[in-house]
């Protein structure tokens, strides 16, 4: 049984106030709040464990080691992938995506190779490969949007070929809310000898994942998002590919031996994890995925979907409102804009009664160009928000409507 109160009492920061109204945290695809037990793992580590990990021999060292190496279990299960050896753990997705742009890129990628992106791509999925392209004279093509939020698989048929090195796409949306197929993006992929990378940022912490069935060769995703600490993500690689691809970074623990003028390199994963990890962070994202696997992915996914779909009943009734992405099939995540009132002055306003937005491009400056906008406002949900943050929310948004009204 789902009890949303009895959840919400495990996040102390949901009992705050804000301008003396109770928090209406509704910023969770930026990032989401933590439970007890994530901090209380982080506090444990510190008090009772802590040294650094895969160097020393003494009892601390070895607890460590172990509780970091459990965590890497913990979060390859949570993903569905076969063991631990293909998962990497990095600062985030925007590092996990960087180690494949340079480690798999430079090493890959020539003159006339295609990268295919899609024009929905959070810059952590567009940049890098923007930086590989230019490094290696390899080109950039681009799946383009539809007026409902969804891909042209139609257009991803034709640009997908012989040339296409690597497909990569984001899951799900940070703006539209679209969960996008990549499964049959993965098969076209694979149809042409090129691989497929998933950018989970916004679909591991909300739906369950399966990376043996998405098919994908790279999977990244950001443990601040799914109730874990901040400094820590992962990307998991399919172990034969990661074991072909040059490091990352250079430095302590990724070799095997050092000579003054060459070095090999230590096994998969370590190979990636060059100088001192974020340990603690690791550990507290092994925590964050225990507390989503005892609530349950689908659970999850069914309380989002229920709530996103109620947000969005709710905020079409605002007048003049326009919500971005498509009707059905959405995450928790709500794009919009009201003719008279900036996305900026929105958040402030909202923000003033206790209640937590973004607005602006959200990262994603080619997607806001396309919807012909200069910003959005964005209000996206997580396991702990309820009918009420909903209706408090666009009680907020319906006064905002009629405050900016006036002056128009
Ligand atoms: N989107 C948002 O408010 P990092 O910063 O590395 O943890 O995650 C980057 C990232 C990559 N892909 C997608 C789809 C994302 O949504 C994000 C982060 C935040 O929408 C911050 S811009």
């Not at 399919?238 to 072909?244: C, D, H, K, S, T």
């Not at 009420?388 to 128009?408: I, K, L, M, N």
């Amino acid at each position: 049984m789902y009890d949303v109160a009895e959840i919400r009492r495990e996040f102390p920061i949901l009992g705050r106030e804000v301008n003396g109204k109770p928090l209406v945290y509704l910023d969770n695809a930026a990032t989401s709040q933590k439970p007890r037990r994530v901090i209380d793992a982080l506090t444990e580590h510190y008090e009772q464990h802590n040294a650094n990990i895969k160097r020393g021999v003494h009892r601390l060292a070895e607890e460590s080691t172990a509780a970091y190496e459990e965590a890497r279990e913990k979060v390859a299960r949570f993903i569905g992938a076969a063991d631990a050896t293909g998962l990497v753990f990095t600062r985030g997705t925007t590092e996990s995506i960087n180690l494949v742009a340079y480690a798999w890129g430079r090493k890959n990628l020539r003159e006339g190779d295609e990268i295919v992106l899609t024009e929905s791509e959070h810059h952590s999925n567009l940049v890098p490969w923007q930086i590989a392209t230019q490094a290696t004279g390899a080109r950039l093509r681009f799946i383009p949007v539809r007026d409902d939020g969804t891909l042209d698989l139609n257009e991803a048929e034709r640009l997908i070929g012989p040339k296409t090195k690597l497909v990569a796409c984001i899951h799900a949306s940070n703006v539209l809310a679209t969960v996008n197929t990549v499964g049959r993006l993965a098969e076209m992929a694979h149809e042409n000898g090129a691989l497929m990378l998933v950018d989970g940022a916004q679909s591991a912490p909300h739906l369950p994942v399966d990376v043996q069935e998405l098919g994908c060769d790279f999977f990244a995703a950001s443990g601040h998002k799914m109730l874990g600490p901040t400094g820590v993500g992962f990307l998991w690689g399919q172990p034969e590919i990661l074991e072909e691809m040059d490091p990352f970074l250079g430095g302590g623990e990724m070799i095997r031996e050092v000579h003054l003028y060459h070095s090999t390199w230590n096994d998969i994963p370590h190979k990636f994890e060059a100088g001192t990890m974020n340990v603690a962070q690791a550990i507290g994202l092994g925590a964050a995925v225990d507390y989503l696997e005892d609530l349950g992915m689908e659970s999850v996914r069914e309380h989002e979907q229920r709530l996103g779909e109620y947000a969005y009943r709710r905020l079409s009734e605002v007048e003049d409102v326009t919500i971005y992405g498509p009707e059905d099939g959405r995450t928790g995540i709500l794009s919009f804009n009201l003719p008279e009132v900036h996305p900026h002055d929105l958040s402030q306003l909202l923000d003033e009664e206790g209640i937590a937005i973004r607005s602006g491009h959200h990262c994603c400056q080619p997607l806001i160009r396309r919807l012909g906008v200069a910003a959005t406002s964005r209000a996206s949900f997580y396991l702990y928000n309820t009918e009420e943050e909903v209706d408090a929310f666009v009680a907020a948004v319906t006064r905002a409507r009629e405050f900016f009204g006036a002056f128009a």
